[in-house]
């Protein structure tokens, strides 16, 4: 027993020992020992209603976890590993602060990395600064906007150039200019909107039973956090066990179907949202969709058309584990080896939709506290071949007449990694619900192209055409920043091609990786400048 102390007690024994006999940063507070409690890391004790854990445990879990990880990074990955730019003591809320989780993307940077290179610090490491206020970047490969957001957070100028219609509208969404009024004005009226649709009949007295259901079936069935201390321990037989009970509740499922005289179904067709949405869910997500085009105010209806998306992303007749990655649709109720018990198919978007409504509005104001009045241009097209300067005219004549006047100081971007995503196709059902024009067939080493030669070969002509035509646009001694896992070595052909010398690479460890593959990992920054 005195071994055993409270949360507040062990937060301050094991900061100290972090800092003392590991030398790591103390950052532990409540909710990372809450979280080890929750997810079974931890055995939770209780002692007159107070919650206990014991500190040689969590002391052991802690170094474990940093020696562990630094010694199989380091075997895997090699010893030039720079772990000051694993930014390690980060929590997920520091990586997705503000309107960086305005909608899920893969494949993304975290902003600190963005902004450790375009700020103005210097350190071991990093020891000049190449980018001041008031300069103008470029991201060629723009993705969700995340060096766009970073850049005008620090007074730089930015321009974003991405083949994908919808990728410009997600950046698009997180760094204009809002009517904050208008904003909470026309959310209010669509949500009456959705409240008032006559959809699905006894659907919500159907799910609000089997919620409840699944509530006390979970607390018995799956007692957290004892069932994933268990699991971890290898004390239970997850998927064996997980099974068993996914049967046994399959049945008070269908009976309560059979009660409101509910069909649980798709919607019906061969388009995408029709197969991966049931369709009392296409039935709201078109109602909405009608709704937001109505709206004149561009950035409003950028900013309902990104809610929309992500809530019908969320919606999908999906298991929860397979979000990013579809394997085929779920319309019954399923053990979840993400949350580790029952869970069931959305039936509405009611919930969810006005979540991220709130969710969104809250970031989009919280960004709006910092932004600065540094300027920033979006361009839907091909960076092989765009006339940056002629495309950014009519979207921001301010930034055209500085770019004419100053050039392009340099470039951060994180251009795709050759056979590992097909952009387009993982927000196949924005584009349907937006009637989107797809361009797969130009996007640089898509996944569908596969890895070898030829598609190797494609790619390094791809990124080295991009950085060609880009230089036309920018000062004579340029910096540029790419961010590449490079296990085939291709970045030194790319930047000969190009014209260019990388005079650096910083190679970090991976740490906060949304997929469910948490091997070790590591990508290059690659800095390159002119010959």
């Not at 030039?80 to 520091?94: P, S, T, V």
């Not at 974003?160 to 208008?182: A, H, M, P």
């Amino acid at each position: 027993m005195k071994e055993l102390v409270t949360i507040k007690d062990a937060i301050e024994i094991i900061n100290d020992y972090l800092e003392k006999k590991i030398n790591m940063p103390g950052n532990i507070n409540y909710s990372n020992i809450s979280y080890l409690i929750q997810y079974g890391w931890l055995r939770k004790y209780t002692e007159n209603d107070k919650t206990l854990v014991n500190y040689k445990e969590l002391m052991k879990y802690y170094e474990k976890f940093y020696s562990d990880r630094r010694l199989k990074w380091t075997n895997e990955l090699g010893n030039d590993l720079n772990w000051h730019l694993a930014f390690e003591h980060l929590k997920e809320r520091d990586t997705t602060k503000h309107v960086h989780r305005l909608h899920p993307y893969k494949g993304k940077f975290i902003p600190q990395l963005v902004q450790y290179f375009i700020d103005d610090h210097t350190d071991e490491f990093k020891k000049e600064i190449y980018f001041q206020k008031g300069d103008i970047i470029l991201d060629p490969f723009l993705g969700s906007g995340t060096t766009l957001v970073q850049a005008n957070e620090l007074g730089i100028h930015g321009i974003g150039i991405d083949i994908s219609e919808f990728n410009c509208l997600i950046s698009k969404c997180k760094v204009q200019d809002y009517d904050i009024n208008l904003l909470q004005k026309v959310s209010n009226r669509i949500l009456n909107k959705l409240e008032e649709g006559k959809f699905g009949k006894n659907i919500l007295a159907f799910e609000k039973e089997l919620s409840n259901e699944m509530h006390r079936f979970n607390k018995e069935h799956f007692p957290n956090p004892d069932f994933k201390y268990n699991i971890r321990q290898g004390l239970l037989d997850e998927g064996k066990y997980g099974k068993e009970k996914e049967k046994d509740f399959l049945s008070v499922y269908h009976r309560l179907m059979h009660k409101y005289d509910v069909e649980i179904k798709p919607a019906g067709g061969n388009n995408f949202l029709d197969r991966w949405l049931l369709k009392n869910i296409k039935n709201e997500v078109d109602l909405v969709s009608d709704e937001i085009q109505k709206e004149t105010d561009k950035s409003v209806k950028n900013f309902m058309m990104v809610v929309l998306s992500r809530t019908v992303r969320s919606c999908r007749a999906t298991k929860h584990y397979d979000l990013a990655t579809l394997k085929e649709p779920q319309f019954e109720t399923y053990y979840c080896k993400k949350h580790k018990k029952i869970c069931k198919p959305i039936m509405t978007i009611r919930a969810r939709f006005r979540r991220y409504l709130n969710d969104t509005m809250k970031r989009i104001e919280e960004y709006g506290k910092i932004k600065t009045n540094a300027g920033y241009a979006i361009i839907n097209g091909d960076s092989r071949t765009m006339n940056i300067s002629s495309g950014i005219k009519d979207i921001n004549p301010a930034l055209f007449k500085l770019l004419k006047e100053k050039k392009i100081k340099g470039i951060f971007t994180s251009p795709p990694y050759v056979g590992n995503i097909n952009y387009h196709e993982q927000h196949a059902y924005a584009y349907e619900l937006f009637n989107f024009k797809r361009k797969d067939k130009l996007e640089i080493g898509p996944l569908y192209k596969g890895k070898g030669k030829k598609a190797r070969q494609s790619y390094v002509k791809g990124i080295s055409d991009v950085l060609i035509n880009c230089k036309k646009f920018m000062v004579k001694n340029y910096d540029v920043f790419m961010v590449a896992n490079d296990k085939h070595n291709l970045y030194p052909e790319i930047a000969k091609k190009a014209g260019m010398e990388i005079v650096n690479k910083f190679k970090r460890p991976v740490l906060n990786r949304t997929e469910r593959d948490r091997k070790p990992y590591s990508e290059i920054v690659f800095h390159l400048k002119c010959k």
